[in-house]
């Protein structure tokens, strides 16, 4: 066996097949042991997993087998977030059913993923598009609707006229949609809404007691939700022929600077740009022209900014005779504030954009520390940091927190046609999640429309509403609509005729609880409150930082919904967060501008230069940069592939060694064939170590190998190394710094290979069989197979993936060596290096051999010896 090598692709199927057998990672809700839950999001079933997968599901699979030989009840599921437009389309190219395309996918992914040798319990799975999880997402559904955190209601959406179907805000490019190319139109539908906004404070708040993550996704999350501060102010509108209104109320931030107003903006939906448009076709052609640019912020921030001189005037609230013009302008949102601003050129880009455009104004009223108020000017770059206010009258001289009060002071004093001034007002930028989808795939909405009797949920007893498999999907839009009778249906309370809601869930609702239901995945209640309870939050959650606004921020108000409705008693889903980096590898391109897939060319490296050709036909191959993989790049490389060369654990060693977790790692054939040795020495090591662990291993227990260890220092070393690699890896894996874990693993097995040779003595052998015991276990949640193959031919009982975590020996851990001088009647004469607290007899051996010592002491026997522990040794001769 010894001289063979290790060969993963004979091991890892076997190990699989065993620990499948032996149940090894199924979790039961009951066992009494502390509970552990560690999830990494879980995958779209695209057809095959990519690197990116490996590395998230191999850092999860390393906390999860940490914390079960730690002793924890560890729950590690996964799951298919099944629902979504790919399966639709994909049924449309190939016209089979989406389903039948997804689950297809789901036992090819998972195949994959059981190759890996992840400690997933499997009985635990299920896909979000099988009609036994989404009938609980209904059964949810209605739960919220009937506490109120549901609503209906009217809402501009892009609707692509060819395609007939709603675009997300990403699904709109330069005003047209994403696959129709048809220019995107603006319609008021009616839909659902989650009532998010309402607990935009709770969510903020709560974000402060979520330590366990990144502080970026926190800002990140803070930022969406956008809390801001502000004013409600009246403007009086000069007398106009042109409207009844009397004056327009605007939201601000910014009171402060009022003095440097120069215009006012109203949306373009604003109800009085709507009633001016009426008479002025000018105006309604531009309202329409904003209309199909689309509403998302980020096109509204990219977009020139335009604007259009409706005519009408404001009185200046602070500056007596002077009035302002009012613009309807492209980039005010309806849905935030007052739909109306007052603009302030001089600090704000937007205003200032407009302004330069339009020839508007442009004060400047807050003066950098330092700048010369006289010549202070503002050029096309607005000024928006601190200062003090300048050019402001009564505001002079104030910072701006300072103006702000007194500014909303005078407000607050005066009416304007009747109505108080200066309203102090909240603002959220978070606006309520809107969930319905005119899509087939996806969790149908259980409501029924009854034209006596309104919107009805239908009964849970009749959960779930199906899908039905009949559809078709040569017309464009929804195939639920078009089916032909699907959704006609009796009304639930009073019977007659009446319409099913043939509008579907947004995808992300599936993915906002599908970790509670992990926990009791086949209860016929959405969840079992008493288990989710014992479980959640999950301890451990990973997963990509694309994720760090919506989905984090949709679970985290799905659980509060869910707290709402008696479904679970927590508020936070996640209480540890970590966002790993990308998988990258380097690009080639060919002599014609194509790009080649790494598989497709050689590399030969001469000195520092790399040169790349063509594997066929030697061309020329040009390197480029390092790119997060993708398939338009053509950078990818196939973790089948990997497997099926190198093995699981090398691919997970890898992923798991190159860089700190948080950071991109960059795929290199170099890199996976060191990890590749690495595994072949781990294996020789164990092999040349059998027979002294079977001789000594079941033995030694810590307290008598420390004994008989007691007189050998290079045992007493070694064990040092073994025992400050279990508690360091053991720290390095709960801090999630697994390339660290990795390091320290290296060191321990260089250690081990060196201490190996001939003569060893009895207590060299000991520490040798402990420490390669140890470093099988320590081995295990990143190399598994690796790990139980070793742990086999050491002759140890039962599977590594039960072993417990190794207990370290505290009085190890104190690493520092001491210098001590030696004394020779009083003189110094030399020093020696020992182990802090080693015990004086051995002190004084090793320094009654040292040369200096011998060559004085001429043969004679010393008369005394002292030593005083850790400080000093005399020698009285
Ligand atoms: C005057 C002003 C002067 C403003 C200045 C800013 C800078 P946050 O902080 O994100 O809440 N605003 C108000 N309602 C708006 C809407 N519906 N669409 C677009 N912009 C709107 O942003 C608040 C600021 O954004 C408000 O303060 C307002 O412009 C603008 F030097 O008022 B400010
Ligand atoms: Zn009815």
Redo the contacts with the bound molecule.
Sequence with gaps: MSGERYNPRESEPKWQKIWDDAKSFVTANDDPREPYYVLEMFPYPSGRIHMGHVRNYSMGDVVARYYRARGRNVLHPMGWDAFGLPAENAAIERKTHPGTWTYQNIEAMKAQLKSMGLSIDWTREFATCSPEYYKHQQALFIDMLEAGLITRKNSKVNWDPVDMTVLANEQVIDGKGWRSGAVVEQRELTQWFFKISDFAEDLLEALDTLTEWPEKVRTMQRNWI?K?E?LRLLFELAPSDKTDATSIE??????D?IF??SFI?L?PDHPLTTALAANNPALAEFVAECHRHGTATETLEKAEKQGFDTGLRVKHPVIEGETLPVYVAN??????????????P???Q??LDLARKYGLSVIPV?LPQGADPKTFEVGNE?Y?DAGNIFNSGFLDGLSIDDAKKKIAEHFGAQTVGGKVQGKVEV?Y?LRDWGISRQRYWGCPIPVVHCEVCGTIPVPKKDLPVRLPDDVTFDKPGNALDHHPTWKHVHCPQCGASARRETDTMDTFVDSSWYFARFTAPQADTPTVPAVANRWLPVDQYIGGVEHAILHLLYSRFFTRAMKATGHVDISEPFKGLFTQGMVTHETYKSQSGEWVNPTEIVIEANGDTRTARDLKTGAPISIGSVEKMSKSKKNVVDPDEIVATYGADTARWFMLSDSPPERDVQWTEAGVEGASRFQQRVWRLVNESIEIAKQSSETVSDDDVNEKLALRSDALALRRIIHRSVHGIAHDIEGLRFNRAVAQIYELTNALTKALGSNLGSAQRAAIAEGVEKLTILLSPMMPHLAETCWEVLGKTGLVADARWPDVDPALLVDDEVTLPIQINGKRRAEISVAKGLAAAEVEQRVLSLDEVVRILEGKAPKKIVVVQDRIVNVVV
């Excluded at 605007?250 to 009171?255: G, L």
């Design positions: 956008g801001s502000g605007v939201f601000t931030t910014r009171p600077t440097g107003a903006g949306s980039f005010i949102l309806m849905d935030y504030g007052t739909g109306a601003i007052f603009g302030c001089a600090h704000d937007r205003d807050v607005a928006v603002n930028r």
